[in-house]
């Protein structure tokens, strides 16, 4: 069965076990073609899986980001590839690619069952020793580079790179390095949209205002971050919502076709807010998104502003 789903975060590691995939299934002569679903749909993949290669009947057909389609918007070209995979074409490898899967999901219990499923975990000291073998480095310093990088194989490895050619004389490697060379990578916006949900929420204007200007350094738009906020503040009301019809994560999860994890987080803000509260939130973020759609009134003083007065 030359079907595989792979499951992980980090892009350095993909490439390693699909490059061994394509080696161990003797694929390495084949075309091969990638389908981002943010950028394509999945009946272009099902037509390229459903035809003949021209200069090759060996293919190599990978798909990218699966996690962000959902089953009800896609029925049937779902259906469709759940079918290729009952019987597939052996001259094809197909290749599944996935950061993060929701594993209550109908499209990941099924693609789970029907392919190779891998999870690749990562272990970053391991990483980071290998990496700069012949260099000194202490403990302590491989955890201020792992947190500097947050623990992103592909960022460790591209600055152990940068560390190795500047200390290529000494051969060792200090936390004062780490601090001079390194540039610390962001965390994920959603968790820090998640904090400055729950700033506002506790009416503590001055942290709001620190996570919003956190915000504004991942370079995301004011739109952007405004629509980030509405959609954390709306999850919150339906969320809200469903707990009062007395239903568990999973069954709020199923509702809302969102993952577990995130219902479970957004119940730590529910009871920070009531319901009138919410609706009067989304009000004002709507008529700031129009103010900023219909006017030329400087976005960050109108969000400060919002802020200032919750």
């Known amino acids: 069965m030359n079907n595989y789903l792979l499951e ?3 892009f350095l590691s993909l490439q390693k076990e699909r490059e061994n995939l394509i080696k161990e299934n003797n694929f390495k002569d084949a075309t091969i073609s990638f389908y981002d679903l943010e950028e394509n749909t999945l009946d272009q993949v099902l037509e390229d899986l459903d035809t003949y290669g021209f200069l090759s009947n060996k293919k190599v057909v990978i798909i990218q980001n699966i996690e962000n389609t959902k089953y009800d918007e896609f029925k049937e070209d779902y259906e469709h590839l759940f079918k290729y995979l009952e019987n597939s074409n052996p001259d094809n490898l197909l290749i599944i690619e996935a950061k993060k899967l929701n594993n209550t999901s109908k499209v990941t219990k099924n693609l789970k069952k029907l392919c190779n499923y891998k999870q690749i975990l990562l272990d970053s000291t391991s990483y980071i020793k290998e990496a700069l073998k012949g260099y000194k480095i202490d403990s302590s310093t491989i955890s201020l580079l792992k947190e500097y990088c947050l623990d992103d194989i592909t960022k460790i490895s591209q600055e152990c ?14 936390k004062e390095d780490i601090k001079e060379l390194v540039i610390k990578k962001l965390g994920d916006s959603k968790d820090l949209v998640f904090a400055f949900s729950k700033s506002l929420a ?9 996570k919003y200007r956190e915000l504004i350094s991942y370079n995301i738009e004011p739109f952007g971050i405004i629509g980030l906020l509405a959609s954390q503040i709306r999850i919150i009301y339906q969320v809200k919502l469903l707990e009062k019809r007395k239903m568990n994560n999973k069954e709020i999860a199923d509702t809302l076709e969102e993952k577990e ?21 989304m009000q004002e973020l709507s008529k700031i998104d129009l103010q900023l759609k ?11 502003m919002f802020i200032l007065n919750i």
């Open 8 to 10: 992980c975060t980090d």
């Open 161 to 174: 790179e940068k560390l190795k050619n500047y200390k290529i004389e000494t051969k060792e490697i200090t």
């Open 294 to 304: 219909t006017s030329d009134i400087d976005a960050n003083h109108l969000i400060e």
């Open 261 to 281: 994890f995130r219902i479970k987080k957004t119940k730590e803000l529910t009871n920070l807010y009531s319901e009138e509260e919410l609706l009067l939130l």
């Open 202 to 210: 506790n009416k503590d204007k001055k942290d709001a205002l620190k």
